[in-house]
């Protein structure tokens, strides 16, 4: 079982330390077999090839920020409306009946710890977890093969000795919580125009390509070619024979990049009566890192997960949409999830007539209600 299970061990080290590598700016130093500058195009096909470049940039930042924009108007500042709409049917159940205090006070417990711990994913219960990385992480189809982040997620620390996996697995969740998505969106947007720009370089574009390649940097984000570390990787002996590492990047968020995650599509249904599908939204580091490994424990068929980056605006509209799924928004699960605002539910709590109604008690009716609240707290009345 040992044997079978070392090559995604070993494997698995490399991965994580290639992504702390990665999200981690470094000064860098000539390597052997490094990256190479090429010679640059020229282009002589007059105005429209000049534009060309610019043309695609725009497009692609229009179609990043009409995701963006439509995520939004799902619903504005979702976590807010549903903390809204919960509050307002906790104090209309405590009027209908105090008993239920206890069980309000839980369960805002519940939700500040889901909050809490969801947010960078340190000591998370299992469904806190699962919502919020549904939100982090690219998801696996098995019926197209595909293989995601949420995958190699859910697999990584049980590869792990267990000497390794006590300290590993927490900076692993952390790689994967929605702090780490918001670290990214904010350095992505300051790195990716000079990778944009390098690669373009290396590619032999045409002036034009590499003067718009830093605008499309900035908007769309990049990859940064990991490959140089690969020799280093295979060399350093953590790799059992038949598995290789054969790709490696990290992709850098734009100010417009919109991640690619596991939850949704997002379905609403439009003014004509047809239904809409929108993209979500989101990311983390852990989701930036992409990977092609051979094994021989799957020959021929080798394990690719492609790299998403995340901008500023998508992490934090993820994670606007992360916190209203653990307060029960249900924008959660995999595949399509019709949305609806939580606005509706949000209502200012009357007080029920019978409340202080003591039946012709008298008026020791309402003293009653009193001793019992008082109890509920511990408290003499």
């Known amino acids: 079982m040992q044997q079978t299970l070392r090559p995604y061990v070993t494997a698995g080290i490399a991965i994580v330390g290639s992504g702390l590598i990665a999200a981690t700016p470094v000064v860098t130093t000539p390597l052997a077999g490094g990256p190479t500058i090429r010679d640059v195009a020229l282009t002589a096909g007059g105005l429209p090839d000049l534009l060309a470049p610019w043309t695609a940039v725009f497009n692609t930042a229009s179609e990043n920020a009409t995701i963006l924009t439509q995520n939004y108007f799902l619903a504005p500042g979702v976590a807010f409306q549903q903390i809204m709409a919960n509050q307002s049917q906790f104090w209309q159940s405590v009027l209908d009946n105090p008993s239920t ?61 267990p000497d390794l996996a006590e300290g590993a697995t927490p900076i692993i969740n952390f790689l994967a919580s929605p702090l780490s998505a918001i670290i990214m969106g904010s350095i992505g947007p300051w790195f990716s125009p000079w990778v944009a720009m390098m690669n373009s370089i290396q590619d032999g574009d045409s002036f034009p390509q590499i003067m718009a390649s830093w605008t499309d940097g900035l908007l769309n984000g990049s990859k940064l070619d990991l490959g140089f570390l690969l020799p280093l990787i295979a060399n350093s002996g953590l790799l059992p024979a038949g598995t290789n590492i054969t790709h490696l990047d990290f992709a850098l968020g734009g100010l417009l990049s919109t991640g690619t995650v596991a939850v949704g599509p997002y379905q609403v249904t439009d003014q004509a009566g047809d239904l809409v599908n929108i993209h979500a939204v989101g990311g983390s580091i852990f989701n930036g890192l992409g990977i092609s490994l051979e094994t021989g424990l799957l020959p021929g068929t080798p394990l690719d997960i492609e790299s998403y980056g995340v901008g500023p605006i998508a992490a934090m509209e993820a994670w606007g949409q992360t916190v209203g799924a653990l307060l029960g928004s249900g924008w959660d699960g995999k595949g399509p999830v019709e949305v609806y605002p939580p606005w509706p539910g949000i209502s200012f709590p009357t007080i029920p007539d019978n409340l202080f109604d003591d039946g012709g008690a008298g008026a020791g009716a309402a003293t009653d209600v009193f001793a019992e609240l008082a109890g509920l707290f511990g408290v003499d009345a």
């Open 101 to 161: 205090i206890p069980a309000v006070v839980q369960q805002i417990q519940s939700n500040l710890d889901a909050v809490m711990t969801g947010y960078t994913l340190q000591n998370a219960s299992a469904d806190t977890s699962a919502t919020v990385t549904y939100h982090t992480l690219s998801g696996s189809d098995p019926n197209t093969y595909a293989f995601g982040h949420d995958l190699l997620f859910g697999l990584l620390p049980g590869f792990l000795p």
